[in-house]
């Protein structure tokens, strides 16, 4: 079932222009067949041919120029996804993320192997992904021990993004959370060293904390002993937090796109760790153009 509903999810979300370049980079006969062949579809994304084509140097500027106009960022982050899945499966190490510049060979790959195995996940890491394209802001009232007063938030500014959380009602709130961890994850993935140097103001990391129901004081001696991760040791904490509120918040039925935050929130630190391998391989060059 699981199965099925990633592959609806893949054929509904590559455009005509992904399917013509997955065709041609694996010398299917024509873009309608990998539509139909749901087994063919998966072997493309994940195939050597596709990385290459979308990340392997050779064709000139102006060619990958027109690649990149032609494909779509849900095509680009699913061939990094799949390689990255057959990549881990021949390795004994990879490097970890541990600090500001700081990367170390570490040998535990099966847990990140286990992580990539199920489809779900994999379609859950891209949609992410994805969805940092094109940011979301917007103002809300906020109440402040001097009233309420309008606040500009937007979905990369964690610290103004949490106010959300006591400025909209029950039934918005699941989805607040949810987007919390989302940036939880997506700073701590991809953009690890800038999280780490930037850090988290007083006031934003106060604001982050309340609005994951945690106790300061706790928070900071389950921090004790992460090192150099500062931030990112925070934000990994919290995501987790964001993610199980977002679900034991929601009222409606809890559908399967709704239990993979569950799945993911119990092993936020994997899913931190791929897309930092993720990024560190494939995104580093094009963040600029593809967040």
Same mark, same amino acid.
């Given at each position: 079932? !699981?199965?099925?509903?990633v592959?609806?999810?893949?054929?509904?979300?590559l455009?005509?222009?992904?399917?013509?370049?997955?065709a041609g980079?694996?010398?299917?006969?024509? %873009?309608?067949?990998?539509? *139909?062949? #749901?087994?063919?579809?998966?072997?493309?994304?994940?195939?050597?041919?596709?990385?290459?084509?979308?990340?392997?140097?050779?064709?000139?500027?102006?060619?990958?120029?027109? $690649?990149?106009?032609?494909?779509? #960022?849900?095509?680009?982050f699913?061939?990094?996804?799949?390689?990255?899945?057959?990549?881990?499966?021949?390795?004994?190490?990879?490097?970890?993320?541990?600090? =500001?510049?700081q990367?170390? %060979?570490?040998?535990d790959? #099966?847990?990140?192997?286990e992580?990539?195995?199920?489809?779900?996940?994999r379609?859950?890491?891209?949609?992410? =992904? @994805?969805?940092?394209?094109?940011?979301?802001?917007?103002?809300?009232?906020?109440?402040?021990?001097?009233?309420?007063?309008?606040?500009r938030?937007?979905?990369?500014? #964690?610290?103004?993004?949490?106010?959300?959380v006591?400025?909209?009602?029950?039934?918005?709130?699941?989805g607040?959370? &949810?987007?919390?961890?989302?940036?939880?994850?997506f700073?701590?993935g991809?953009? %690890?060293?800038? @999280?780490? &140097?930037?850090?988290? &103001?007083?006031?934003?990391?106060?604001?982050?904390?309340?609005?994951?129901?945690?106790?300061? &004081?706790?928070?900071?001696?389950?921090?004790?002993?992460?090192g150099d991760m500062?931030?990112?040791?925070?934000?990994?904490?919290?995501?987790? !937090?964001?993610?199980?509120?977002?679900?034991?918040?929601?009222?409606?039925? *809890?559908?399967?796109s709704?239990?993979?935050?569950?799945?993911?929130?119990d092993?936020?630190?994997?899913?931190?760790?791929?897309?930092?391998?993720?990024?560190?391989?494939? $995104?580093?060059?094009?963040?600029?153009?593809l967040?």
């Open positions: 079932m !699981r199965t099925d509903l592959q609806l999810a893949y054929r509904e979300r455009t005509d222009g992904d399917f013509e370049i997955l980079a694996c010398g299917c006969s024509a %873009p309608a067949e990998l539509r *139909r062949r #749901p087994d063919l579809l998966t072997e493309a994304l994940a195939s050597p041919a596709a990385e290459r084509l979308l990340f392997g140097a050779g064709h000139d500027h102006a060619a990958e120029e027109r $690649l990149f106009v032609q494909a779509s #960022p849900f095509l680009v699913a061939v990094a996804v799949h390689a990255t899945a057959r990549q881990l499966s021949g390795s004994r190490f990879c490097l970890e993320w541990v600090g =500001l510049r990367r170390v %060979p570490v040998f790959v #099966p847990a990140l192997t992580f990539l195995d199920d489809p779900m996940r379609l859950f890491l891209i949609e992410l =992904l @994805t969805s940092f394209t094109h940011v979301v802001s917007g103002s809300a009232l906020h109440r402040t021990r001097r009233g309420w007063r309008r606040m938030w937007s979905e990369l500014d #964690p610290g103004r993004l949490a106010t959300l006591e400025a909209v009602d029950d039934r918005e709130r699941p607040v959370y &949810r987007r919390l961890g989302d940036l939880s994850l700073l701590t991809v953009f %690890p060293d800038h @999280t780490a &140097r930037v850090g988290l &103001r007083p006031i934003e990391a106060e604001r982050l904390v309340r609005a994951a129901g945690l106790d300061a &004081r706790s928070v900071a001696e389950d921090l004790i002993g992460h500062g931030a990112v040791g925070l934000l990994e904490k919290l995501g987790r !937090r964001f993610y199980e509120l977002a679900v034991h918040t929601l009222r409606a039925p *809890r559908i399967g709704v239990e993979i935050l569950t799945d993911v929130a092993r936020f630190d994997k899913a931190r760790r791929i897309l930092n391998h993720i990024t560190d391989r494939y $995104l580093f060059p094009l963040r600029e153009r967040f």
